[in-house]
Every structure is written in structure tokens, then in C-alpha cells.
């Protein structure tokens, strides 16, 4: 199998540099004039498969808003995924784990294991028991061309309490971290196969990107308040590792499909225009 980071990279010179969340709020799916049930769930998803699985490069469904139905929920997710594979783009599961090891090789036999029922192309990570608890995950990636985002300053205020605090090194935690999965990606071409998370919203990161080499999935833009053109102040000389991601924002444009592929074009244009001039 080839490596994530190859996939990837050729996913995103092909469909473009975007990554649409499937994300089922329960006011999306009252918007979209379905029930909040099993099945307003399985309609939504297979909507968004339908509109968007041949034409986007990554699409990363949340596993929150299917695991709070329960196992018929999971179910629903499993389905998508297949769906999604089926129709071209890469999954990446949104579902940020992060234990102690031994349960890591659980989480990671869940999610990057070919014969598990969901199988992923790449899953999110929380790097917040040691980036080293993530190990498993690591290596049964790169064992089966899987990749793992590892959450580093992500797009919410509150993050920045922990990932700015600074370690006994002087460097701050998300620094720490980015240096870890830097070396992880060392040597990798055309892309490593181990990204980050890095949020649209949080301007100048102050944080040195720069050695990275793999991808940097920037959440936040849109219903969040960012917008592509802050894609350049937060990621500068890092733009060309930018993958876009946008949820909400697509979404709200259902349930019409070509209403959905409109807005996906749309915030693709728009990131492009960005990500083109750096
Ligand atoms: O720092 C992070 C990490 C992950 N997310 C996730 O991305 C989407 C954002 O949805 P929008 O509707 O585009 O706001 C959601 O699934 C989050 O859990 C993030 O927002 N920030």
C-alpha cells in the first residue's frame, strides 16, 4: 500500500486542497428538514457521500455526532465510510484519541487496521498523554499507508491554556509536540504521512511549521469565523501543507446536492486563491 502521504498528495492535486467534515448537528439535520434519528443520521451522511464523494479530496466525518446514537450510530458511520471509499475521496475519521499505549494499540486496531469495520484512511490524534502514547498508532499507520493528525494548537480558545504552556525546555507544549511529528515525517516525499492540527482561527501561531513535512489540517474556517485568507497569516511559509477543512459551512448549504457542491467549489476557490499566491 502506498503511503497516506503519497495518497494524499496525489488526492489534493487532483480534486484540490479541501477536506469537508460530516458533521450532524442536530440543528443541520432540523435545516435539512430531517429527524433527529437513525435515519435523518444515515440520509444526511449518504446525502453528503452522494454530493461531495467523488469530487473532494478528503472527507472527515465526525465520529461524535454518529457515536451519540449509539451502536446503530457506529453502524451508520461504518456504512459512510465504505461509501466513501467507494466513491474516491480519502476518510479521515474526526475522532481525536489518545490514551495510554497499550490502549492506543486498541484505538489503533480500531480505526487503521484494514480488516477492522472502521477502517480509515487517517484518524485524529490528541497528543495530551505524550505524543510518545501515540506510538501504536504510529506504526500500524505506516505498517498499512494510514496517517494520524495529531491535535497541536487547535481552533478553539481554550486550547491555548495547555498547547502555549511551556515546558521545562522553554518550548511550549504544541512546539513540542509539532517537533515530534516532524521527525516522524523525516525523509518522507512527496508528504509525510503524520500531520497536525492547526487551527485557522488562532493567527500568528508563533510557532516554528516550517520543518513539518506533512500535512497540516487547518479546521475553523467558516462557521467558526475564520476565513481563507487567514489561512496566510497563521500558516506563512508552511501554506503549501495546508489542507482546508470546512463543516459547517459547506453543509448548511443542504440538503440540495448541487447546492452542497456549489459551496464545496466555492470554499475550494477560495482556499486555492490562497494557497496559489504563497
Ligand atoms: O482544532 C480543531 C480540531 C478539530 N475540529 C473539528 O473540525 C470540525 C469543525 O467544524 P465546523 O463546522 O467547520 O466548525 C468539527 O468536527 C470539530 O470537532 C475543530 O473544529 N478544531
Redesign the pocket.
Known amino acids: 500500500m502506498e503511503s497516506f502521504g503519497t495518497r494524499l498528495h496525489r488526492a489534493v492535486s487532483e480534486r484540490g486542497p479541501l477536506c469537508v467534515?460530516i458533521?450532524p448537528?442536530p440543528g443541520l439535520l432540523a435545516r435539512w428538514g430531517l429527524a433527529d434519528d437513525l435515519a435523518g443520521l444515515e440520509r444526511f451522511s449518504r446525502t453528503v457521500v452522494e454530493a461531495l464523494g467523488d469530487r473532494v479530496a478528503v472527507v472527515?466525518p465526525?465520529s461524535?455526532f454518529f457515536e451519540r446514537f449509539g451502536s446503530r450510530g457506529v453502524a451508520i458511520l461504518e456504512s459512510t465510510i465504505r461509501q466513501l471509499r467507494d466513491a474516491g475521496s480519502l476518510v479521515l475519521l474526526?475522532v481525536?484519541r489518545g490514551d495510554i499505549g497499550s490502549t492506543v494499540s486498541a484505538y489503533a486496531s480500531a480505526y487503521l487496521d484494514p480488516s477492522s469495520p472502521l477502517y480509515v484512511d487517517a484518524v485524529?490524534a490528541s497528543p495530551y498523554l505524550g505524543v510518545g502514547s501515540l506510538a501504536p498508532m504510529f506504526e500500524l499507520a505506516a505498517e498499512h499507508g494510514g496517517g494520524v493528525f495529531v491535535?497541536a494548537?487547535?481552533?478553539?480558545p481554550e486550547?491555548a491554556a495547555v498547547q502555549r504552556a511551556r515546558t521545562a525546555d522553554g518550548r511550549t507544549v504544541a512546539q513540542t509536540v509539532i517537533d515530534e511529528i516532524s521527525q516522524l515525517n523525516a525523509g518522507a516525499t512527496p508528504l509525510g504521512s503524520f500531520g497536525l492540527?492547526?487551527?485557522a482561527t488562532i493567527g500568528d501561531t508563533g510557532h516554528d511549521l516550517s520543518g513539518v513535512g506533512g500535512p497540516l489540517?487547518a479546521?475553523?474556517?467558516?462557521?467558526?469565523g475564520a476565513g481563507a485568507s487567514d489561512l496566510r497569516t497563521v500558516f506563512g511559509p508552511s501554506l503549501a501543507a495546508v489542507l482546508p477543512?470546512?463543516?459547517?459551512?459547506v453543509?448548511s448549504a443542504g440538503p440540495d446536492a448541487a447546492s452542497l457542491r456549489a459551496a464545496a467549489d466555492r470554499v475550494l476557490d477560495e482556499c486555492r486563491a490562497v494557497l496559489a499566491a504563497r
Not at 479546521?219 to 467558526?224: E, F, K, N, S, Y
Request: net charge neutral; hydrophobic share 30%.
Open positions: 467534515g458533521d448537528h472527515k465526525q461524535a474526526d481525536k485524529t491535535l494548537l487547535t481552533s478553539n486550547g492540527v492547526v487551527g489540517l479546521p475553523g474556517l467558516g462557521a467558526q477543512s470546512y463543516s459547517r459551512e453543509l
